[in-house]
Nanobody, 116 residues
Framework: EVQLVESGGGLVQPGGSLRLSCAAS????????MDWVRQAPGKGFEWVSS????????TYAESVKGRFTVSRDNAKNTLYLQMDSLEPEDTAVYFC?????????WGQGTQVTVSS
């Protein structure tokens, strides 16, 4: 069974940092690209970042470019999102996702709140 479990969210002041983690199981993690997607209160889903299977080709939404860094540890089956210079507009539930044989899988999400 494919499982994606996010952690690391919380309350942080503007300008602060958080690192999200996504523990993957039930599939060969090192073979699949991974994504981070977020949903702000009352809004739709927004793609944040992607990383290819080997981790050497990250991509970012313009809204987070230069502030967020995606990475992965294939030995630990874990995806990360380092978030720096956080802004109130980054407040959202953050999900890690992947597609396996055209089927999408999502974690349960982790809440990030940026507020003073």
């Amino acid at each position: 069974e494919v499982q994606l479990v996010e952690s690391g969210g919380g309350l942080v002041q503007p300008g602060g940092s958080l690192r999200l983690s996504c523990a993957a199981s039930g599939f060969t993690f090192s073979m699949y690209a991974m994504d981070w997607v977020r949903q702000a209160p009352g809004k739709g889903f927004e793609w944040v970042s992607s990383i290819n299977y080997s981790g050497d080709r990250p991509t970012y939404a313009e809204s987070v470019k230069g502030r967020f860094t995606v990475s992965r540890d294939n030995a630990k089956n874990t995806l990360y999102l380092q978030m720096d210079s956080l802004e109130p507009e980054d407040t959202a539930v953050y999900f890690c996702t992947t597609n396996i044989l055209t089927r999408p899988y999502w974690g349960q999400g982790t809440q990030v709140t940026v507020s003073s």
